[in-house]
Protein backbone atom coordinates (compact mmCIF):
# COMPACT_ATOMS: atom_id res chain seq x y z
CA UNK A 1 0.00 0.00 0.00
CA UNK A 2 1.18 3.16 -0.74
CA UNK A 3 1.99 6.53 1.59
CA UNK A 4 2.02 10.18 1.28
CA UNK A 5 4.32 12.55 3.28
CA UNK A 6 4.20 15.96 2.55
CA UNK A 7 4.24 19.61 4.09
CA UNK A 8 2.81 22.39 4.89
CA UNK A 9 0.92 24.21 1.48
CA UNK A 10 3.04 26.54 1.57
CA UNK A 11 5.47 25.42 4.17
CA UNK A 12 6.94 27.71 6.58
CA UNK A 13 9.65 29.70 7.66
CA UNK A 14 12.55 28.17 9.51
CA UNK A 15 11.79 24.96 9.60
CA UNK A 16 13.77 21.67 10.35
CA UNK A 17 12.11 18.75 10.38
CA UNK A 18 12.79 14.77 10.83
CA UNK A 19 9.99 12.60 9.70
CA UNK A 20 10.51 8.43 10.27
CA UNK A 21 9.08 6.64 7.49
CA UNK A 22 8.81 2.65 7.99
CA UNK A 23 6.89 0.28 6.11
CA UNK A 24 7.53 -3.33 7.59
CA UNK A 25 7.82 -6.45 5.78
CA UNK A 26 9.46 -5.66 2.67
CA UNK A 27 13.71 -5.30 1.54
CA UNK A 28 12.94 -2.28 -0.86
CA UNK A 29 10.95 1.09 -0.84
CA UNK A 30 10.05 2.87 -4.17
CA UNK A 31 10.11 6.70 -3.77
CA UNK A 32 9.03 9.63 -5.53
CA UNK A 33 7.88 13.39 -5.35
CA UNK A 34 4.62 14.39 -6.49
CA UNK A 35 5.16 16.79 -10.01
CA UNK A 36 3.98 19.65 -7.91
CA UNK A 37 6.73 19.85 -4.92
CA UNK A 38 8.43 23.25 -5.74
CA UNK A 39 10.99 24.26 -2.92
CA UNK A 40 13.55 27.46 -3.25
CA UNK A 41 16.73 25.98 -4.67
CA UNK A 42 19.77 24.97 -2.47
CA UNK A 43 18.56 26.92 0.66
CA UNK A 44 15.29 24.88 0.90
CA UNK A 45 15.74 21.08 0.73
CA UNK A 46 15.28 17.14 1.23
CA UNK A 47 17.56 14.59 2.51
CA UNK A 48 16.68 10.99 2.59
CA UNK A 49 19.00 9.64 5.52
CA UNK A 50 19.85 5.92 6.03
CA UNK A 51 19.82 7.25 10.07
CA UNK A 52 19.20 10.56 11.98
CA UNK A 53 22.61 10.61 13.04
CA UNK A 54 24.54 12.95 10.72
CA UNK A 55 23.15 14.54 7.99
CA UNK A 56 25.93 16.18 6.69
CA UNK A 57 27.33 12.75 5.59
CA UNK A 58 27.12 12.08 1.96
CA UNK A 59 27.21 8.16 2.67
CA UNK A 60 24.31 8.79 5.28
CA UNK A 61 22.40 10.06 2.30
CA UNK A 62 20.21 8.21 -0.17
CA UNK A 63 20.14 9.14 -3.54
CA UNK A 64 20.87 7.58 -7.08
CA UNK A 65 23.75 7.83 -9.16
CA UNK A 66 21.98 9.81 -12.28
CA UNK A 67 20.84 12.31 -9.75
CA UNK A 68 23.70 13.03 -8.36
CA UNK A 69 24.89 13.76 -12.06
CA UNK A 70 21.46 15.62 -12.79
CA UNK A 71 22.20 17.62 -9.26
CA UNK A 72 25.41 18.45 -10.92
CA UNK A 73 23.95 19.96 -14.08
CA UNK A 74 21.10 21.95 -12.29
CA UNK A 75 23.20 23.14 -9.59
CA UNK A 76 21.47 21.70 -6.86
CA UNK A 77 23.88 20.82 -3.64
CA UNK A 78 25.04 17.39 -3.60
CA UNK A 79 23.27 14.61 -1.67
CA UNK A 80 19.97 16.97 -1.53
CA UNK A 81 16.64 17.27 -3.51
CA UNK A 82 15.61 20.93 -4.47
CA UNK A 83 14.35 23.22 -6.94
CA UNK A 84 11.40 24.78 -8.15
CA UNK A 85 8.59 23.27 -9.90
CA UNK A 86 9.67 24.93 -13.37
CA UNK A 87 12.79 25.31 -13.34
CA UNK A 88 15.91 22.60 -13.17
CA UNK A 89 15.43 20.39 -10.05
CA UNK A 90 16.18 16.55 -9.35
CA UNK A 91 13.16 14.97 -7.84
CA UNK A 92 12.66 11.45 -8.59
CA UNK A 93 9.59 10.72 -10.46
CA UNK A 94 6.77 8.43 -10.66
CA UNK A 95 8.72 7.38 -14.27
CA UNK A 96 12.16 7.47 -12.92
CA UNK A 97 11.64 6.99 -9.14
CA UNK A 98 14.73 6.30 -6.29
CA UNK A 99 14.58 2.65 -4.65
CA UNK A 100 15.59 2.50 -1.37
CA UNK A 101 17.05 -0.79 -0.34
CA UNK A 102 15.28 -0.60 2.98
CA UNK A 103 12.08 -1.11 4.62
CA UNK A 104 12.66 2.20 6.67
CA UNK A 105 14.80 5.60 6.20
CA UNK A 106 14.56 9.15 7.52
CA UNK A 107 13.48 12.30 5.42
CA UNK A 108 15.28 15.88 6.49
CA UNK A 109 13.44 18.62 5.82
CA UNK A 110 15.20 22.39 5.93
CA UNK A 111 13.91 25.76 4.97
CA UNK A 112 15.39 29.18 5.41
CA UNK A 113 13.68 32.18 6.96
CA UNK A 114 12.25 33.85 3.65
CA UNK A 115 10.81 32.86 0.34
CA UNK A 116 8.65 29.85 0.89
CA UNK A 117 6.93 27.71 -1.83
CA UNK A 118 4.44 25.03 -2.05
CA UNK A 119 6.46 22.27 -0.62
CA UNK A 120 6.78 18.72 -1.09
CA UNK A 121 4.48 15.77 -1.66
CA UNK A 122 6.55 12.42 -1.44
CA UNK A 123 4.70 9.16 -2.27
CA UNK A 124 6.13 6.06 -0.46
CA UNK A 125 4.88 2.20 -1.22
CA UNK A 126 6.47 -1.02 -0.99
CA UNK A 127 8.20 -3.46 -4.07
CA UNK A 128 9.69 -6.37 -4.77
CA UNK A 129 12.58 -4.89 -6.81
CA UNK A 130 15.99 -5.70 -5.49
CA UNK A 131 18.90 -3.75 -6.59
CA UNK A 132 22.72 -4.63 -6.44
CA UNK A 133 25.39 -2.02 -7.52
CA UNK A 134 29.30 -1.78 -7.41
CA UNK A 135 30.78 1.66 -6.27
CA UNK A 136 30.59 4.31 -8.84
CA UNK A 137 33.89 3.60 -10.25
CA UNK A 138 34.19 0.10 -8.82
CA UNK A 139 37.57 -0.82 -6.81
CA UNK A 140 40.41 -2.89 -8.12
CA UNK A 141 40.25 -6.78 -7.12
CA UNK A 142 36.45 -6.56 -5.87
CA UNK A 143 35.43 -10.44 -5.30
CA UNK A 144 31.70 -10.21 -4.13
CA UNK A 145 28.98 -12.88 -4.14
CA UNK A 146 25.39 -12.27 -3.28
CA UNK A 147 22.59 -15.00 -3.06
CA UNK A 148 18.91 -13.74 -3.62
CA UNK A 149 15.87 -15.89 -3.16
CA UNK A 150 12.13 -14.89 -3.94
CA UNK A 151 10.09 -17.28 -2.41
CA UNK A 152 6.60 -16.31 -3.72
CA UNK A 153 8.43 -16.24 -7.48
CA UNK A 154 8.22 -18.72 -10.10
CA UNK A 155 10.56 -15.89 -12.14
CA UNK A 156 12.83 -13.13 -12.06
CA UNK A 157 13.29 -10.52 -14.34
CA UNK A 158 17.40 -9.07 -14.44
CA UNK A 159 17.87 -5.26 -15.59
CA UNK A 160 20.89 -3.85 -16.06
CA UNK A 161 21.50 0.01 -15.91
CA UNK A 162 22.63 1.10 -19.60
CA UNK A 163 25.94 2.95 -17.99
CA UNK A 164 27.22 -0.80 -17.20
CA UNK A 165 30.58 -1.05 -17.54
CA UNK A 166 33.91 -3.31 -17.23
CA UNK A 167 37.25 -3.63 -18.58
CA UNK A 168 36.47 -6.52 -21.23
CA UNK A 169 36.99 -10.22 -20.01
CA UNK A 170 38.84 -9.19 -17.06
CA UNK A 171 36.31 -7.75 -15.06
CA UNK A 172 32.82 -9.50 -14.94
CA UNK A 173 29.42 -10.53 -13.15
CA UNK A 174 28.35 -13.55 -13.75
CA UNK A 175 24.87 -15.33 -12.46
CA UNK A 176 24.85 -18.56 -11.10
CA UNK A 177 22.57 -21.27 -11.20
CA UNK A 178 22.30 -22.69 -7.36
CA UNK A 179 20.53 -26.15 -6.53
CA UNK A 180 17.61 -25.19 -3.95
CA UNK A 181 18.85 -25.20 -0.44
CA UNK A 182 22.51 -25.48 -1.15
CA UNK A 183 24.07 -22.70 -0.20
CA UNK A 184 26.13 -22.39 2.88
CA UNK A 185 28.97 -20.53 1.56
CA UNK A 186 31.42 -18.81 -1.13
CA UNK A 187 33.34 -21.75 -1.28
CA UNK A 188 30.29 -23.61 -2.87
CA UNK A 189 29.48 -20.37 -5.15
CA UNK A 190 33.18 -20.49 -6.51
CA UNK A 191 33.19 -24.24 -7.82
CA UNK A 192 29.80 -23.86 -9.20
CA UNK A 193 31.59 -20.80 -11.21
CA UNK A 194 34.18 -21.66 -12.12
CA UNK A 195 33.88 -25.82 -12.50
CA UNK A 196 30.31 -26.26 -13.18
CA UNK A 197 29.99 -23.39 -15.62
CA UNK A 198 26.16 -23.31 -15.05
CA UNK A 199 25.01 -19.93 -15.56
CA UNK A 200 21.74 -17.60 -16.75
CA UNK A 201 22.56 -16.37 -19.67
CA UNK A 202 26.03 -15.62 -20.55
CA UNK A 203 29.09 -17.21 -19.27
CA UNK A 204 30.92 -13.68 -18.33
CA UNK A 205 28.77 -10.27 -18.45
CA UNK A 206 31.76 -7.11 -19.33
CA UNK A 207 32.88 -4.35 -21.03
CA UNK A 208 31.79 -1.30 -22.32
CA UNK A 209 34.86 0.53 -20.89
CA UNK A 210 36.91 2.70 -23.02
CA UNK A 211 34.68 2.03 -25.57
CA UNK A 212 34.92 -1.90 -26.05
CA UNK A 213 31.73 -4.34 -26.76
CA UNK A 214 29.89 -5.67 -24.22
CA UNK A 215 27.03 -8.14 -23.53
CA UNK A 216 25.37 -6.54 -20.62
CA UNK A 217 21.55 -6.80 -22.06
CA UNK A 218 18.69 -4.33 -21.54
CA UNK A 219 16.69 -7.24 -19.94
CA UNK A 220 15.71 -10.56 -19.57
CA UNK A 221 14.13 -13.66 -17.48
CA UNK A 222 15.72 -16.23 -15.34
CA UNK A 223 13.23 -19.34 -14.67
CA UNK A 224 13.89 -19.75 -11.05
CA UNK A 225 13.12 -18.03 -7.58
CA UNK A 226 17.09 -17.85 -6.68
CA UNK A 227 20.09 -17.16 -7.90
Known amino acids: ?3 VFESEHPYADKKEEWTLIEMPDCDVLKVWFDPETSLE ?25 DLIESNQDSGITEGCFSGLKNEKNNYPTEKNPLYIQSNSFWLYFK ?31 MNEYHYKYFPDANE ?10 TEKNYDYMQLIKI ?37 FPSKFIIKSNHF
Open 41 to 65: KNYDYIKLCKSKENVKSLENNYIQE
Open 156 to 165: ILIEFDPRCA
Open 1 to 3: KMQ
Open 111 to 141: SDSEIGNWGYKLYVEKTNKYIYETPHPYKDN
Open 179 to 215: PPNDFENESEIINLSMHNKNFYGEEKYSGGMHGTLHN
